[in-house]
């Protein structure tokens, strides 16, 4: 969890994974309890993640936990292994009325 704001409830969630534990549904997994513990433990009202639009993998997670597609940000950075390259970030957030409205 990153980017805390106390004062509104709003945080963004991001992971990482070695690619030796990749699809076996060890990140949703923990996707899911993260999610749970953020809104019934720490009572948060909003929850943002984003990936790598070229690792739509990690997108599929998102969705499996709840979150909604909010945007595409083209030119968010540059790759760190592969500079020349320009990365357009892929936004999915989760409130807590679409998290308790089930």
Same mark, same amino acid.
């Given at each position: 969890?990153? &980017?805390?704001?106390?004062?509104?409830?709003?945080?963004?969630?991001?992971?990482?994974?070695?690619?030796?534990?990749? &699809?076996?549904?060890?990140?949703?997994?923990?996707?899911?309890?993260?999610?749970?513990?953020?809104?019934?433990?720490?009572?948060? &009202?909003?929850?943002?993640?984003?990936?790598?639009?070229? &690792?739509?993998?990690?997108?599929?997670?998102?969705?499996?936990?709840?979150?909604?597609?909010?945007?595409?940000?083209?030119?968010?950075?540059?790759?760190?292994?592969?500079?020349?390259?320009?990365?357009?970030?892929?936004?999915?957030?989760?409130?807590?009325?679409?998290?308790?409205?089930?």
């Amino acid at each position: 969890m990153h &980017n805390l704001k106390e004062d509104v409830g709003r945080a963004e969630f991001g992971y990482t994974l070695d690619k030796r534990y990749w &699809n076996q549904g060890y990140m949703t997994e923990v996707a899911t309890a993260f999610v749970k513990f953020f809104f019934e433990e720490f009572e948060m &009202n909003c929850l943002v993640a984003r990936h790598d639009k070229d &690792n739509p993998a990690s997108g599929r997670v998102m969705q499996k936990v709840g979150m909604v597609f909010s945007h595409e940000e083209p030119y968010a950075k540059r790759d760190k292994k592969e500079l020349e390259r320009m990365v357009t970030m892929v936004h999915y957030v989760v409130t807590k009325e679409d998290y308790f409205k089930d």
